[in-house]
């Protein structure tokens, strides 16, 4: 069963891991962040972040959320801002989720 929970800075270090597998210029315009670089900064802060852990606590993957409109009538909408999976929990199939 997959799990998924609010972000804490707790998980930085495995979510950083799970950018860095997961860059390619396929998916990005950007340079791949280099090995070391921070996963939460200014723009991406624990709580607009969700992440989905395994039946063993293991990080399988993160979803970030933010603003789609910075207008106060829009405060209630979110857009997915990025996604990942681990590769090597990629192509495992979905087991039932649990929020």
Avoid: C
């Amino acid at each position: 069963m997959i799990k998924v929970r609010p972000a804490s800075i707790a998980d930085e270090t495995e979510l950083a891991r799970i950018d860095l597998a997961t860059w390619t210029p396929a998916v990005s315009p950007a340079p791949a962040p280099p090995a070391g670089t921070p996963f939460f900064d200014e723009q991406t802060r624990p709580e607009n972040v969700l992440v989905a852990e395994t039946a063993t606590a293991a990080v399988a993957g993160y979803a970030k959320l933010g603003q789609s409109i910075p207008l106060p009538s829009h405060q209630h909408v979110l857009e997915l801002t990025g996604i990942a999976v681990d590769p090597t929990l990629q192509r495992a199939g979905a087991p039932a989720v649990r929020w």
